[in-house]
């Protein structure tokens, strides 16, 4: 009797116990989406976007052999990445990632770790430095740009490859101090070629599925002759570099990183040259396709509505002149420009250029919109899902800029993610696109090839780790206004 009493006194309690870890830690996942061929989709960050409309703002699905956590809305970004920055700051160690990254130095593919924050400070600091004292040669830069392009006015101009070279060349005079154009073209087409090869099938199955890595790659092996080329050429920066550096003079981020290199000392916790190395090529592999791609498609978009390009020159001849009043358009000013800045914001909403960012790694266990996300999760921001979503922007796939003239009725996207992993280069892209959307509006208009609407340019983008416009070809025609001042010279 008594023993039976106790059986069921031990039966209850373990009962009792079983109930209290069911109640109190019921794990609450985010939804799962079944499947596992969800890579091969080919417009992945609409793919994802629909999955949001059935499973929620919010789920797991396997991309691949891997668990990820996908977040499809502003706010569950913005929460993330914001709210609870401190969970979600790390990057998943791919093999690729290794292999382009070499001995983890790199920024961008760089977990999360003291190591790491230095050297994003640094920099962070350096760009702020190069930005604050070269605008105004970058301004000289981008007339002389606008000059080139008036030798090519009325006849067919592949705006892409224009805004490419352009913003590879100021990327290399930012970074090196490098005008020679034979360098900006060496360095434009290895970047390019080297962002292809990486984001082709070949390499990026490697990640997904490991045994592959055994077999012969033609992909793979052309990603590491790309890579041995890159770090030549930067390594052969680097050199020049302290041959002829002065101490306290700065030349560029090169002179500025190295010396600051040199202030901190060396020691086996400290930031290395290959640090340094690793930042600029991140510079440049950030910096180039994602605003050439941007002003592309803000040129397609403005192709498509001339009623607005219209609206932006007649902003931009009252704030600047029609004729030339000896001013051109400043970063600084550009509040008195707010179509154009609201185009802008419109051009990086409707078109972010990385749709899905890069992919971060939770650092410790965490908790979105009410569901439990585990420490060492992968998660994925869909950035381009996130833009299109009716319920923060009325009409989501309409471009309309003027729903950022009230900036109280709307607010503007994350095109560049947010948090403590958001996009290095937001202010010299900001600038960048300011400033060479100012000058070419203010001294051309974009037309199409032809005046039939198939001549317009596809708006349909083409997905990567950038998304790009498929390439199409604009007439410009020379603002009277403007001519004038560009031919008769010395406009600054
Ligand atoms: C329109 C232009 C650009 C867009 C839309 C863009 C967007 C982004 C996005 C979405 C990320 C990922 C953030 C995340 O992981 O949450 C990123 C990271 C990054 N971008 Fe950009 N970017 C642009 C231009 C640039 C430029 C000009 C540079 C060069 C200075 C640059 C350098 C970087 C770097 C270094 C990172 C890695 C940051 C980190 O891992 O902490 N980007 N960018
Ligand atoms: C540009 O527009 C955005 C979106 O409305 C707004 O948040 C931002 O403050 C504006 N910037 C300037 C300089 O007017």
Known sequence: ?????????????????????????????????????????????????????????????????????????????????????????????????????????????????????????????????????????????????????????????????????????????????????????????????????????????????????????????????????????????????????????????????????????EGPSQLSEGHVHMTLVDVFIGGMETIASTLTWAVAFLLHHPEIQKRLQEELDQELGPGFSGSSPKYRDRARFPLLNATITEVLRLRPVAPLALPHTTKQSSNICGFDIPKNTIVIPNIYGAHHDDSVWEQSCEFRPDRFLEPELSSPGIPFSCGARVCLGEALARLELFLILAHLLHAFTLLPMNESSDALPSLKPTFGIVSKAQDFQVRLLPREARVGVITSGSPL
Not at 63 to 88: H, P, T, Y
Not at 109 to 129: E, F, I, M
Not at 204 to 231: E, T, V, W, Y
Not at 236 to 243: D, F, G, V
């Open 1 to 265: 009797m008594l023993l039976s009493v106790i059986l069921l006194l031990v039966l209850l309690a373990a009962l009792g116990w079983l109930w209290m870890q069911v109640s109190v830690s019921p794990h609450h996942f985010p939804p799962l989406v079944p499947g596992f061929l969800h890579l091969i989709q080919a417009d992945l960050p609409i793919h994802l976007l629909s999955l949001a409309q059935k499973y929620g703002p919010l789920y797991r699905l396997h991309l691949g052999i891997q668990e990820v956590v996908v977040l499809n809305s502003k706010k569950a970004i913005e929460e993330a990445f914001i709210k609870k920055w401190m969970d979600f700051p790390g990057r998943p160690q791919t093999f690729t990632s290794q292999l382009v990254s070499e001995n983890d130095q790199d920024l961008s593919l760089g977990d999360y770790t003291p190591l790491w924050k230095a050297q994003r400070k640094l920099a962070r600091s350096a760009l702020v430095y190069v930005q604050n004292n070269m605008e105004p040669l970058m301004g000289q830069m981008v007339q002389d740009l606008c000059k080139g392009l008036l030798d090519q006015a009325g006849s067919p101009v592949s705006i892409s490859e224009e805004f490419s070279m352009f913003t590879c060349s100021i990327i290399c005079f930012l970074s090196f101090g490098e005008k020679r154009e034979s360098s900006v073209q060496e360095i434009n087409s290895l970047i390019k070629e080297l962002m292809k090869t990486w984001d082709s099938w070949q390499v990026q199955f490697l990640n997904i599925i490991p045994f592959l890595r055994f077999f012969p790659n033609p992909g793979l092996r052309k990603l590491r002759q790309m890579i041995k080329k890159r770090d030549r050429i930067v390594q052969k920066q680097l050199r020049w570099h302290k041959e002829t550096m002065v101490e306290g003079q700065i030349r560029d981020l090169t002179d500025y990183m190295l010396q600051k290199l040199r202030e901190q000392g």
